[in-house]
């Protein structure tokens, strides 16, 4: 059964860059799946953040893709999300998520990161 | 604003039936399926049903799926205390290139 985890900084300072990420075990990160990123902010609703394929292909949420890089590591299994100049409105706990098709099957059980000085 | 529109709040008793929509347009769901999942309070959400109406193992009957045009509906029965939580619809839009979610539907089984 494939299980996710995710990891990093609790806290990040407003201007500056959130970096995650999430470990993959019980399957590989090249399989045919959407390696993904999903936040919820306190209190509100789910947001999709963007999502790469083990190929390199990349889709990012319009309002965040000027901000937002998702990488892959093959050889560790791991995939990472970086989120530069954050405000207080990058403010929630963030889930990496397998998906297959526009399905998310398999979740981490997310981390939550406040922006604060 | 979320793109699928989901009413904030349904309410039922125990043992009773209770369905949740989703409604977007020609560019979410009306082109692609779409799934449902449910948040426990604390906790990560999980895949109730995917590709419109099919169910993971392990996720009982009593939850299921259906799609028309660009709405779908999820359906539970025999409702439980224990099915108290937010429910969210969620697929791609061919417009925007991205996953959208609902706003999210709080379930309170009274």
């Known amino acids: 059964q494939v299980q996710l985890q995710e990891s990093g900084p609790g806290l990040v300072k407003p201007s500056g860059t959130l970096s995650l990420t999430c470990a993959v075990s019980g399957g590989s990160i090249s399989s045919n799946y959407w390696w993904s990123w999903v936040r919820q902010p306190p209190g509100k609703g789910l947001e999709w953040v963007g999502q790469m394929y083990h190929t390199g292909i990349t889709n990012f949420n319009p309002s965040l893709k000027s901000r937002v890089t998702i990488s892959i590591d093959t050889s560790t299994n791991h995939f990472s999300l970086r989120l530069t100049s954050v405000t207080a409105a990058d403010t929630a706990v963030y889930y990496c998520?397998?998906?297959?098709?526009?399905?998310?099957?398999?979740w981490g059980q997310g981390t939550l990161v406040t922006v604060s000085s | 604003q979320s793109v699928l529109t989901q009413p904030p709040s349904v309410s039922a008793a125990p043992g009773q039936k209770v369905t949740i929509s989703c409604s977007g347009s020609?560019?979410?769901?009306?082109?692609?399926?779409v799934s449902w999942y449910q948040q426990l309070p604390g906790t990560a959400p999980k895949v109730l049903i995917y590709?419109?109406?099919n169910r993971p193992s392990g996720i009982p009957d009593r939850f299921s799926g259906s799609k028309s045009g660009s709405s779908a509906t999820l359906g539970i029965t025999e409702l439980q205390t224990g099915d108290e939580a937010d429910y969210y619809c969620g697929t791609w839009d061919n417009s925007l290139s991205a996953g959208v979610f609902g706003g999210g539907t709080k379930l309170t089984v009274l």
């Open positions: 020609s560019s979410n769901i009306g082109s692609n399926s």
């Open positions: 590709e419109n109406n």
């Open positions: 998520a397998r998906a297959y098709g526009y399905s998310f099957q398999h």
